[in-house]
C-alpha cells in the first residue's frame, strides 16, 4: 500500500493564482482530512469528509473548497491564493472516528508559498 | 475556548529520560493522541489513551489524568533520532483532533 499520497511536494504561486492540491489515499478509509501547518503552530482543520459526496467544514474554512467523489480522492481547492495560505497542508485519512483506530495517516505534505 | 498546551522546546542528553507535558481544555473528550514529526515531514502516531492511567509501548509511554486535563509523554534511553517535535492532541466531542503547537525535543550527544 502507498498509504496517503499528496502531489505537489512544492509549490510557488502568485497572489490570486488558483491550485488543486491533491490527496488520495489506498487504504479504503471512508475518513479524510485536510490540515494546514503553520511555523511554530499546530495543525488547524480545513476541511473533512466522512465519506464520499460527504464534506464539512473545519475551523478555518476560508479560501479553500475540496470535493469527493470517491473514497480515494480528496482535492482541496484554492481559489484567488493570498499570502496568508503560505503554509505546509497535509492531507490525512483513517478509518474510524473513535477509539485506537482513530489513528490519522498523513500524507508527505504540499508546502506552498503565495508570493 | 479549546486550548491544548506544550512546551515549545526542550533539550536533553542522548541515553537519558525526559517528559514531555501537555494540558488542555475542550469541550468534550474522546481520547488523547500523541504524535512524532520530524522536520520537514508529516506526523507518525505514537499513542491513544482514553482511560486515566499509563501506556507503555517500548521506549515511550503516555500517561493521561482526565479529571486533571493532563498527559505525559515519556521517553526513555534517548536516541538521536528522537530529536523531533512531539504533538498533542485531543478529540473533542464533534470528533475532531484538537492540536497543539507541539514540542521540539532537541537530544545532544
Known sequence: ??????TPKFRILKIGQSMTLQCTQDMNHNYMYWYRQDPGMGLKLIYYSVGAGITDKGEVPNGYNVSRSTTEDF????????????????CASTLSRS????????????????? | GQNIDQPTEMTATEGAIVQINCTYQTSGFNGLFWYQQHAGEAPTFLSYNVLDGLEEKGRFSSFLSR???????????????????????????NYQLIWGAGTKLIIKP
Not at chain 1, 104 to 115: A, C, E, I, N, S
Not at chain 2, 69 to 86: C, I
Open chain 1, 99 to 115: 477509539g485506537s483506530i482513530y489513528e490519522q495517516y498523513f500524507g508527505p505534505g504540499t508546502r506552498l508559498t503565495v508570493t
Open chain 1, 1 to 6: 500500500n502507498a498509504g496517503v499520497t499528496q
Open chain 2, 67 to 93: 479529571s486533571k486535563g493532563y498527559s505525559y509523554l515519556l521517553l526513555k534511553e534517548l536516541q538521536m533520532k528522537d530529536s523531533a517535535s512531539y504533538l498533542c492532541a485531543v478529540l473533542d466531542s
Open chain 1, 75 to 90: 482535492p482541496l481547492r484554492l481559489e484567488l491564493a493570498a499570502p496568508s495560505q503560505t503554509s505546509v497542508y497535509f
